[in-house]
């Protein structure tokens, strides 16, 4: 199983932006569901984006209006351009692939560790007020 790799993180005053690429492997970039997650110290793991095979995005409340979830079929790229940021954004941010659920949740990506089979080594995110 090939890693996904991010990159472009950073450290950004409140107000920046930063945007986050991860490049995928083709086995990994035609899962179902794409996804960023994020961990800030102390704090459980959060699903802050979510792409599907079909285009469908979905996003933490967190972060919805300020997050935009991407991908580049052509070149196998998963995006998270991060606008208006905050100190709180500031986490690890991990991309990752993996498959819809299952039973009630067929046809659904998971806000959930579980659900995703691909994990990258993650990307900082540093927000300073």
């Known amino acids: 199983q090939v890693q996904p790799v991010e990159s472009g993180g950073g450290s950004v005053q409140a107000g920046g932006s930063l945007r986050l690429s991860c490049a995928l492997s083709?086995?990994?970039?035609?899962?179902?569901?794409l996804a960023w997650f994020r961990q800030a110290p102390g704090k459980e793991l959060e699903a802050a984006a979510i792409?599907?095979?079909?285009?469908?995005?979905s996003y933490a409340s967190s972060v919805k209006g300020r997050f935009t979830i991407s991908k580049d079929d052509a070149r196998n790229t998963l995006y998270l351009q991060m606008n208006s940021l905050k100190p709180e954004d500031t986490a690890m941010y991990y991309c990752?692939?993996?498959?819809?659920?299952?039973?009630?949740?067929?046809?659904?990506?998971?806000?959930?560790?579980?659900?995703?089979?691909?994990w990258g080594q993650g990307t900082q995110v540093t927000v300073s007020s």
């Open positions: 990752s692939a993996g498959f819809w659920g299952a039973d009630a949740y067929a046809g659904v990506c998971l806000r959930v560790r579980a659900g995703y089979n691909y």
């Open positions: 792409i599907d095979e079909d285009g469908l995005t």
């Open positions: 083709r086995a990994a970039y035609i899962s179902n569901c």
